[in-house]
């Protein structure tokens, strides 16, 4: 069953480019390392705030044990600490979760 990881932050505007080049640029690489599975990784920026929403796409057979026991994987420390200093001293929203697929709507063609 396909499954997403949804992260939904708000970060400070006076740390957004340091947070969003310390993401992109350090985290997230090391993270699709770190993480059995992933297929894709998208932003996305809500316009006119300094609200992002990072969607990390898995492979099907990727079960939710095998993603939260590479999650602890002591190897992350390092990457765990630093979020938690993102989290705690800049971030003014976050949310995060593991969403499984439950309906998949496709719109009939419109007659041109």
């Known amino acids: 069953m396909a499954k997403r990881l949804?992260?939904?932050l708000t970060v400070e505007s006076s740390q957004e480019q340091?947070?969003?080049r310390w993401y992109q640029e350090d985290y997230i690489p090391r993270f699709v390392k770190q993480?059995?599975?992933i297929k894709t990784v998208s932003r996305w920026h809500l316009p006119d705030?300094?609200?992002?929403?990072t969607i990390y796409d898995f492979e099907d057979d990727v079960?939710?044990?095998?993603l939260q026991q590479a999650l602890r994987n002591p190897a992350?420390?390092?990457?765990?600490e630093e979020w938690h200093r993102w989290e705690t001293v800049h971030l003014t929203d976050f949310r995060d979760g593991f969403f499984e697929k439950v309906l998949?709507?496709?719109?009939?063609?419109r007659a041109l």
């Open 49 to 53: 705030t300094t609200t992002y929403l």
């Open 63 to 66: 079960t939710l044990e095998a």
């Open 6 to 8: 949804v992260v939904w």
């Open 76 to 80: 992350r420390n390092a990457d765990r």
């Open 35 to 37: 993480v059995p599975g």
């Open 104 to 109: 998949e709507h496709m719109p009939a063609p």
């Open 18 to 20: 340091a947070f969003n």
